[in-house]
């Protein structure tokens, strides 16, 4: 069995988000990775302005939270090879849910493990309490990963399914630099 891959969360600046772009692009299909966009199917040139301007308009090239979310390029090796986002999950100004995609040809390697885990290391860096994840019950791999990494599931017998992992410690301030409705001050 081969190794599991080092996995890495970087910064999206312009380059990064173009790369990524390029992932999306040809290893996904655009409802994986993006809200819908009107038109024809496909990665038409609106939805690849549309998968641009999303990541631009939430300041993706900040490595920061600057408005109560952030994305960060997954990178194995030297390939960015999906997206990972954190963002605040009002009410609690807490917890950080987090959001996961990768490319077809990327899943079931071990790299959403990966991306998973480091998700966790830094919501705890910004002190949060607690993760949340949300994926359906059809996707058995993000249920698995969920759980090895100590997430509570609940909602298995629906189609939405809601994990949660406790990251210990007692209710303090909100995040490091966030208000109470997860945007910084």
């Given at each position: 069995?081969?190794?599991?891959?080092?996995?890495?969360?970087?910064?999206v600046?312009?380059?990064?988000?173009?790369?990524?772009?390029?992932?999306?692009?040809?290893?996904?299909?655009?409802?994986?990775?993006?809200?819908?966009?009107?038109?024809?199917?496909?990665?038409?040139?609106?939805?690849?302005?549309?998968?641009?301007?999303?990541?631009?308009?939430?300041?993706?090239?900040?490595?920061?939270?600057?408005i109560?979310?952030?994305?960060?390029?997954?990178?194995?090796?030297?390939?960015?090879?999906?997206?990972?986002?954190?963002?605040?999950?009002?009410?609690?100004?807490?917890?950080?849910?987090?959001?996961?995609?990768?490319?077809?040809?990327?899943?079931g390697?071990?790299?959403?493990?990966?991306?998973?885990?480091?998700?966790?290391?830094?919501?705890?860096?910004?002190?949060?309490?607690?993760?949340?994840?949300?994926t359906t019950?059809?996707?058995?791999?993000?249920?698995?990963?969920?759980?090895?990494?100590?997430?509570?599931?609940?909602g298995?017998?629906?189609?939405?399914?809601?994990?949660?992992?406790?990251?210990?410690?007692?209710?303090g301030?909100?995040?490091?630099?966030?208000?109470?409705?997860?945007?910084?001050?």
């Amino acid at each position: 069995m081969p190794p599991r891959p080092t996995v890495r969360l970087v910064a999206v600046d312009e380059d990064v988000l173009l790369r990524l772009l390029a992932t999306a692009v040809g290893d996904a299909d655009p409802a994986e990775v993006m809200a819908p966009v009107a038109g024809a199917p496909g990665w038409t040139p609106a939805r690849r302005e549309a998968f641009l301007g999303y990541h631009r308009a939430r300041g993706a090239s900040m490595p920061r939270l600057p408005i109560g979310e952030v994305t960060y390029a997954v990178e194995v090796g030297a390939d960015v090879v999906g997206a990972l986002r954190l963002i605040a999950a009002p009410p609690n100004p807490l917890e950080l849910e987090v959001g996961l995609w990768l490319g077809r040809s990327y899943r079931g390697h071990g790299v959403g493990s990966g991306a998973l885990a480091a998700a966790v290391t830094r919501a705890a860096e910004l002190g949060a309490r607690s993760v949340v994840a949300r994926t359906t019950a059809p996707n058995t791999a993000a249920l698995a990963a969920l759980r090895r990494h100590g997430f509570r599931l609940a909602g298995q017998d629906t189609e939405q399914v809601t994990a949660r992992l406790m990251l210990g410690g007692t209710a303090g301030p909100p995040l490091r630099g966030w208000t109470t409705r997860g945007t910084r001050p």
